[in-house]
């Protein structure tokens, strides 16, 4: 018989790579910006070091791995990934209905992210997700100054919805970002479109690998 899940009170979405499909155009434009700093990686050597991490964390690692990066280099790679980003991505297939059942059920919904708000405009304003979310459903690191793993970031989000983290569930597509959730105490269905989230598993989370099989998972079927 098929698992039965209870409905939580809250579900907490990641943004890239769960909303939109970002990761991969980000991390081209990360690793060509790092090639010229001195350190040589393609684009899914960056999905595998970086995705998930905030950007002081990726200037971190990447300075460990032998870049040479300037003071302001956040924001200069933050500049060339926009103008990409400008030209637009999809969004991941069925996540609208999700989010449109979450609605119609009375289910609060969110977006906790490590990227920037300025990012997220850019990528979900062309879907009606930046209208749909902010400012009260969106929680930004670099807004909060916690970064997952931290869980203080999905803690922030369950007070303001005055819920608590065991009734949260938690939608990621990151190893870190699971890591996160757990850490918070919240339930977490990791998202692996292209692999057997295996990084996922490791963090506790839930593997599924298709949206269409979410709305079950959240207790909607």
Same mark, same amino acid.
């Given at each position: 018989?098929? =698992? ?10 990641? %943004? ?7 990761? +991969?155009?980000? #991390? ?14 393609? =684009? ?17 690692? @990447? =300075?460990?791995? /032998? ?10 790679? !933050?500049?060339?990934? !926009?103008?990409?980003? +400008? ?21 609060? %919904? %969110?977006?906790?992210? #490590? ?9 979900? =304003? ?5 209208? +749909?979310?902010?400012? #009260?459903?969106?929680?930004? @690191? ?13 803690l922030a989000a369950a007070a303001h919805?005055?819920?608590? @983290? +065991? ?13 996160? @959730? ?5 339930? %977490? ?6 692999? #057997? ?14 949206m269409k099989d979410l709305a079950r998972?959240? /207790?909607?079927?």
């Amino acid at each position: 018989m098929p =698992t039965t899940y209870p409905r939580p009170a809250l579900v907490i979405f990641d %943004c890239d790579g769960v909303l939109v499909d970002s990761e +991969r155009v980000f #991390n081209a434009v990360l690793a060509r910006n790092l090639a010229g700093h001195g350190l040589t990686l393609d =684009t899914d050597q960056s999905m595998t070091t970086f995705a998930g991490l905030a950007m002081p964390e990726v200037a971190a690692s @990447a =300075t460990q791995m /032998g870049a040479t990066l300037p003071q302001d280099w956040i924001d200069e790679v !933050y500049g060339e990934a !926009y103008q990409t980003l +400008r030209d637009g991505v999809p969004l991941i297939p069925g996540v609208m209905e999700v989010i449109a059942r979450l609605d119609h059920e009375g289910i609060p %919904c %969110c977006v906790v992210s #490590n990227g920037s708000e300025e990012k997220m405009r850019i990528t979900l =304003t062309p879907h009606g997700l930046w209208d +749909r979310f902010h400012p #009260n459903a969106m929680f930004s @690191a670099h807004t909060l100054k916690v970064a997952k793993p931290d869980p203080g970031i999905f803690l922030a989000a369950a007070a303001h919805f005055d819920v608590q @983290a +065991r009734d949260c569930v938690v939608i990621e597509d990151s190893a870190t970002g699971a890591r996160g @959730a757990a850490r918070a105490g919240m339930q %977490c269905f990791g998202y692996a479109a292209h692999d #057997n989230g295996a990084a996922l598993v490791a963090e506790a989370a839930e593997v599924f690998h298709d949206m269409k099989d979410l709305a079950r998972r959240l /207790g909607l079927s």
